[in-house]
């Protein structure tokens, strides 16, 4: 499978040569939003007021850091992903109305995210849960934090990132879903068989 190393603010283009499957390194600025950081984007959407940060060809992560603070700045010392399907009620909106290009996460996302992947140009890329140490090596300053109130873990960092990855690609652009895809194929598997062992049942 390729490998792609992709330079954000990311473009419909880098987004539409991904296939399932392609590994995916991301530098540049990162943002992370879990459930709470979420319901606030959503907010801020829906009343007009702009984001602390322009999110257009941007990269989320579904994340919250264990971070220390040094004097005036932020060092992250791990930070791992969470939960996906979590944000599979805002994601749809936030990739619409934002611009968002790449989400990424674990355990995947549902068919409103894969829709709205498909229609503006968007792509969702698991990186490996029990690695938060591997994702904050590549994690080279914190450029900011906001919604502090909301909790460190559930605040938006902003992030400068170099070789972010590896990351493989879940969801393209192209409305592919390999986790979808692989739970249709073991649901027909089931049927079939089902109708094999009944069709062998003397009647």
């Known amino acids: 499978m390729p490998t792609y190393y992709l330079k954000t603010p990311v473009s419909d283009s880098d987004v539409e040569k991904l296939n399932i499957g392609d590994t995916v390194y991301v530098s540049g600025v990162l943002v992370s939003a879990r459930d709470a ?4 984007i ?19 992560y579904h994340a919250g850091p264990v971070a220390i603070k040094e004097g005036e700045s932020w060092r992250i010392i791990s930070m791992g992903p ?21 989400i990424i996460g674990k355990g995947g996302m ?3 995210t894969t829709e709205a992947m498909r229609r503006f140009k968007a792509s969702y890329l698991i ?14 300053r914190v ?3 906001h919604w ?20 493989s690609v879940i969801i393209d652009s192209k409305g ?5 895809d692989l739970r249709k194929k073991a649901r027909e598997k089931v049927e079939e068989a089902v109708k094999d062992v009944l069709s062998s049942i003397p009647r």
Do not use: C, Q
């Open 110 to 112: 549902g068919p409103k």
């Open 37 to 40: 950081a979420h319901v606030r």
């Open 143 to 145: 450029i900011g934090v």
């Open 148 to 167: 502090l109130d909301l909790g460190a873990a559930e605040a938006m960092w902003i992030l400068e990132v170099e070789n972010f990855g590896p990351l």
């Open 176 to 180: 592919n879903n390999y986790y979808e």
């Open 42 to 60: 959503i907010e801020h959407i829906r009343k007009g007021e702009p984001l602390p940060v322009d999110l257009k060809g941007g990269v989320i």
């Open 127 to 140: 990186f490996t849960g029990g690695a938060g140490v591997l994702a904050a090596k590549a994690i080279k």
């Open 82 to 102: 969470t939960t996906s399907a979590r944000m599979e009620e805002f994601e749809p909106e936030v990739i619409e109305k934002l611009g968002v290009k790449l």
